[in-house]
């Protein structure tokens, strides 16, 4: 079996990542700018697909929280009156 391995995680990665809040926060902010600085430092390595999920498995919570925000954003949105 062959595994793709790369040096910042894929997009479906990252969106089911502890990191995906709905928006660019700043713990994200951190977090790539650390994983930036490992890389220039030559101290990063090479991730697969799995073990991406484990490094951005930082809060087993945030999954709920985005998906009630959601819920919450277009709830919002589905009571604007139109203009």
């Known amino acids: 079996?062959?595994?793709?391995?790369?040096?910042?995680?894929?997009?479906?990665?990252?969106?089911?990542?502890?990191?995906?809040?709905?928006?660019?926060?700043?713990?994200?902010?951190?977090?790539?700018?650390?994983?930036?600085?490992?890389?220039?430092?030559g101290a990063a390595k090479v991730k697969s697909a799995g073990e991406w999920a484990t490094a951005l498995s930082v809060c087993k919570q945030t999954p709920k929280v985005r998906h009630?925000?959601?819920?919450?954003?277009?709830e919002y949105l589905n009571h604007i009156p139109p203009s």
Not at 1 to 13: A, G, N
Not at 68 to 74: G, T
């Open 1 to 41: 079996q062959d595994s793709q391995m790369s040096w910042w995680p894929k997009q479906s990665s990252w969106e089911t990542s502890s990191f995906n809040t709905g928006f660019w926060s700043p713990a994200a902010e951190s977090w790539f700018q650390k994983r930036l600085k490992e890389i220039r430092d």
């Open 68 to 74: 009630r925000n959601e819920l919450i954003h277009w």
